[in-house]
């Protein structure tokens, strides 16, 4: 395929067209940070609840930080009232925002209940008076994603794509299922195509891109202008960058070697360690080790145990301890750790 031509949002360009997604409790600043160093075109914070934000509480400003090394920056806004999420949006481009992206995706039934995410999908009218009021609140760019529709029978994405662009949303993302599957069952790529038919604005396909070769079928089916990666950078902060280097036609790189993922997972544990705080970070880090360390020898038994320790400080030489057993295993130097 040739070269994907770099995003222009607005007047914000993102030379690489790949893209973390925005997942609750996962990708907050120290996953994002670790992404961003092995090569990723752009991050964009977790979904932040726009009541949350205008309340500023400590949750919506604690996912509303980032590291400079990510900007410029993508931060996502949920809700359901115009107002709000205008007020919303104007907070977030004064503490530095670049772009403002609306959730119109998330399946999750609290969300939903709300009548915030991918429920707007079943509200149009709704849908276009957040949209109105976010864009017309900021003068950075405003993004916009969304799944397919609500269920197989409403697969309205291209008519919600054509009312955001004509309101002055900059790009939108497709996730390829609708919202009644979850995540079940396997992304539609060729449906993207149809949105990236209605519009004449860059758009994003997301959904089931697991590897290189999966965001070059989704590209090749959907025709869109760049890829989404979401949960296959689950313990891969990598493969971002492995997408960037298959869709510029070069080699991709690969996979860091055992010691060098055993320095990456100790310094993220720590980095979560400084965000939360050492009583709550431990148990946020619990998911992240268990995806590293997935598919490595003893690793269940590890996580079993791992995962019954509230004391962040046990953690850490356990830590060592597996990895040292894994290069040992393999035959691999230990390495300094750090």
Request: charge should be neutral; aromatic fraction near 4%; glycine fraction near 8%.
């Amino acid at each position: 395929m040739t070269k994907l031509a770099p995003l222009q949002i607005g007047p914000v360009r993102i030379d690489s067209p790949v893209v973390l997604a925005p997942m609750t409790g996962v990708t907050d600043r120290p996953f994002r940070t670790l992404v961003k160093r092995y090569g990723a075109g752009l991050t964009v914070t977790e979904m932040i609840a726009s009541e949350a934000m205008v309340r500023e509480t400590r949750q919506s400003l604690q996912k509303a930080a980032w590291d400079p090394s990510e900007e410029p920056v993508s931060m996502q806004l949920a809700g359901c009232e115009p107002r709000v999420m205008a007020e919303a949006a104007k907070l977030n481009e004064q503490r530095g925002a670049a772009i403002i992206d609306i959730n119109m995706g998330c399946p999750v039934k609290k969300i939903v209940n709300g009548h915030a995410g991918s429920h707007l999908m079943r509200d149009l009218p709704l849908a276009a008076q957040l949209i109105e009021s976010t864009v017309k609140a900021v003068s950075v760019p405003v993004t916009l994603k969304m799944r397919m529709g609500w269920c197989h029978e409403s697969l309205n994405a291209p008519e919600l794509a054509r009312i955001a662009e004509d309101l002055g949303v900059k790009l939108i993302t497709v996730h390829g299922r609708t919202r009644n599957q979850l995540y079940s069952g396997t992304a539609d790529w060729a449906f993207v195509a149809k949105v990236k038919q209605a519009v004449s604005l860059p758009v994003i396909v997301n959904g089931d891109i697991n590897s290189p070769e999966d965001a070059l079928e989704a590209l090749r089916q959907s025709g869109a202008d760049g890829v989404m990666v979401g949960r296959g950078a689950y313990g891969k902060p990598w493969l971002l960058a492995q997408v960037m280097a298959a869709l510029d036609g070069e080699a991709v790189p690969d996979a860091p070697t055992l010691s060098e993922q055993r320095d990456l997972v100790l310094g993220h544990y720590e980095a979560m360690l400084e965000l939360y705080g050492r009583e709550h970070g431990v148990g946020i880090a619990r998911k992240h080790l268990g995806w590293y360390t997935k598919g490595l020898p003893s690793s269940a038994e590890f996580r079993n145990k791992v995962n019954m320790i509230a004391d962040a400080d046990q953690v850490l030489p356990m830590l060592r301890d597996f990895y040292a057993a894994q290069l040992d295993r393999a035959g691999q130097p230990l390495g300094l750790a750090a």
